[in-house]
Every structure is written in structure tokens, then in C-alpha cells.
């Protein structure tokens, strides 16, 4: 029984052990990175798009994360692109996008291949927004002959130029 109770002793306190140094090692690897210059600020793209009564809307493109996995593009009525998707004023355009296929209908915002979900919970938004998808065939097609029905592509690249802190 004591031999036991001794090895159950000594195996938790193993595991605690290396859960401590584990977590030791995590820390000083990030720490190190931030030490060489590794910079963690987001970074944006943002593109303004003026609704027919003057009322501006921003496409707000943000980037972070230690390899960039955090991928977003806000529609929005805040123009200060070091202010984040805000899911109670903002559409997102959750999905990693490049490049954004609008076009401008009176009060309607139409986007192509761009689904923007996740409408503002608690503030009305000035546009209405409607998705557009198609077949992934018909997409290349699309892609040659957007402009010719009045659609325009938004660049949102991100070139690390631009960094919020």
C-alpha cells in the first residue's frame, strides 16, 4: 500500500513537473521571438466605398496572428482601420479574401464569392447586403468578365506596410 501511494506520489509529481517546464519552454520561445523582431501588430488593407446618399462604408481588411490565421474583412461604418471586426455594428467577411466582387444597387450591396455573414446584432446597417455564388466553373468565367457587367474586385492586400499596434 505504501509502495503505491509512493508511486502515485511520484508520478504526479513527474507530470506536474514537465506541465510546468512545458509551459516554461512555450514562454521563453515566444518571448525570444519577440526579442528578434518577430512583429505580432495587425496588419490592414482598407478600402472606402460611398453609398449614394454620401454615407461612407469601409471594407476593413486585418491580419494577425504569429503566421497571419487570423484572416478577416469587416464591413463597416468605422473608417479606423486599427479597430477591429465588431460583430454588434459589422458584416464579416469571415473567410480569407484578397480580393472583394461588389457592385452598388441603389440600397443594395451586392457581394460575389465574398459571403458576408453575421449581420450587425445590435446596430441597424445604412446598405443592404446580399450574396452571390455560383458554381466554381462559372467563378473562372466570372473572374474574365466582371467588369463588363458593372461588378468591381476591392484589392485588400496586405503587404506588412501598414500595422496597427
Known amino acids: 500500500m505504501a509502495r503505491r501511494l509512493i508511486r502515485t506520489l511520484c508520478r504526479n509529481l ?3 513537473f514537465f506541465r510546468n517546464v512545458g509551459c516554461v519552454v512555450i514562454l521563453a520561445v515566444l518571448l525570444a521571438l519577440q ?3 518577430v ?6 488593407a482598407i478600402a472606402k466605398l ?4 454620401g454615407t461612407p462604408i469601409y471594407f476593413k481588411r486585418e491580419v494577425r496572428g504569429i503566421n497571419g490565421n487570423y484572416d478577416v474583412v469587416a464591413i463597416s461604418r468605422n473608417g479606423d482601420p486599427c479597430v477591429s471586426y465588431n460583430p454588434d455594428t459589422d458584416y464579416c467577411i ?3 479574401r484578397e480580393h472583394v466582387y461588389h457592385r452598388l444597387d441603389g440600397d443594395t450591396l451586392h457581394l460575389y464569392y465574398a459571403p458576408a455573414f453575421n449581420a450587425p446584432v445590435r ?13 466554381p466553373v462559372i467563378a473562372e468565367e466570372f473572374k474574365r468578365t466582371y467588369a463588363e457587367v458593372g461588378i468591381i474586385r476591392l484589392d485588400l492586400a496586405v503587404d506588412g506596410t501598414r500595422k496597427c499596434d
Do not use: A
Not at 460611398?50 to 446618399?53: F, S
Open 39 to 44: 512583429d505580432f501588430s495587425s496588419q490592414y
Open 14 to 16: 513527474m507530470v506536474n
Open 123 to 135: 446596430k441597424s446597417f445604412p446598405v443592404k447586403v446580399v450574396n452571390h455564388y455560383d458554381h
Open 35 to 37: 526579442g528578434c523582431g
Open 50 to 53: 460611398d453609398l449614394p446618399d
Open 94 to 96: 469571415c473567410t480569407w
